[in-house]
């Protein structure tokens, strides 16, 4: 009930291409979406995130595609760059209470070639 | 940029030995938490922080870990006795708000590996 599931595990898209990474989720409780990016031996940082009161948030290169009734959301990564090679990992959490821990995905492994 | 500040990168300590993990977040936020990630799989949620109390915690988060804000500006994870699946990168974070309004700051992580 509370996994996150995430596909692909890798993928490998050519320079200018467009990246899709996809969540589904099974609590419909969860309200809050957000995707992290994470270099090698840093820290995940934030990406983006959207709510489920919206279908679609963009920002730059990067927008979220949620579809509420399938309980899916999804990563798109226009004009990938080698830069935008890293794990990307979904996120979902719940409730307004003072901790919102966030339940992750398995995580993609993605790679930009040149 | 402020940067959630982690100590050690990496520690490498024996079975059954007690381990702190040190953080010190960024300083106006007031939300503080711990997230591990085993070697190749997805980073999981230890416990939350605020107010000086844990809010939340996993069904990770045993006995064995305990957390602390000894003073102003550290947070801590405390493992009393490390067990061999205790290995994995251990990221702090923290947020000025709730994070799921705020957003979460991680940390670069701290490298433990139980011998």
């Known amino acids: 009930q509370q996994q996150v599931k995430q596909s692909p595990q890798s993928l490998i898209v050519q320079k200018g291409g467009i990246s899709i990474i996809n969540c589904a989720y099974e609590n419909t409780a969860f309200d809050y979406f957000p995707w992290y990016q994470q270099f090698p031996g840093k820290g995940p940082a934030l990406l983006i995130a959207i709510r489920p009161d919206v279908s679609e948030k963009k920002e730059g290169r990067f927008t979220i595609s949620f579809n509420k009734s399938a309980k899916q959301f999804s990563l798109h990564i226009m004009d990938s760059q080698p830069g935008d090679s890293a794990t990307y990992f979904c996120?979902?959490?719940?409730?307004?209470?003072?901790?919102?821990?966030?339940?992750f995905g398995g995580g993609t492994r993605l790679m930009v070639k040149p | 940029e402020p940067e959630v500040t982690q100590t050690p990168s990496h520690q490498v300590t024996q079975m059954g030995q007690e381990v702190i993990l040190r953080c010190v977040p960024i300083s106006n936020h007031l939300y503080f938490y711990w997230y591990r990630q085993i070697l190749g799989q997805k980073v999981e949620f230890l416990v939350s922080?605020?107010?000086?109390?844990?809010?939340?915690k996993s069904e990770i988060f045993d006995d064995q870990f305990s957390v602390e804000r000894p003073d102003g500006s550290n947070f801590t994870l405390k493992i009393r006795s490390t067990k061999l699946e205790d290995s994995a990168m251990y990221f702090c974070?923290?947020?000025?708000?709730?994070?799921?309004?705020?957003?979460?700051?991680f940390g670069s992580g701290t490298r433990l590996t139980v011998v």
């Open positions: 974070a923290s947020s000025v708000g709730p994070g799921r309004s705020y957003g979460y700051t």
């Open positions: 996120a979902a959490s719940q409730g307004a209470n003072a901790g919102n821990m966030l339940t």
């Open positions: 922080f605020y107010n000086n109390e844990i809010s939340e």
